[in-house]
């Protein structure tokens, strides 16, 4: 997930993006990581361990979030360099 991550955001065509679309991403990022944060259940650490377990849940719910912004709002970039 983390090399997909890499590669779109270097591919990215971040000049020819216009800032409304920049800011919609980073909405989208949050609200998708809010949802996969709220569907996942998370409880206060009562030990190091839990803590852990918790920092990783979070790591692995913010890479999935962004992974699903790229694809939304990356998705046409990419279409056009393609047809071309």
């Known amino acids: 997930m983390s090399v997909n991550i890499y590669f779109l955001l270097s591919k990215a065509e971040w000049k020819t993006t216009s800032r409304s679309m920049k800011v919609g991403a980073i ?3 949050v609200v998708v990581a809010t949802f996969l944060f709220r569907l996942d259940t998370v409880t206060l650490p009562k030990s190091s361990y839990q803590f852990g377990v918790g920092v990783g849940h979070g790591v692995i719910i913010g ?9 939304i709002w990356l998705y046409q970039q990419f279409k056009k360099r393609r047809d071309h």
């Open 63 to 71: 890479l999935s979030a962004l992974s699903i912004v790229e694809t």
């Open 27 to 29: 909405m989208t990022f």
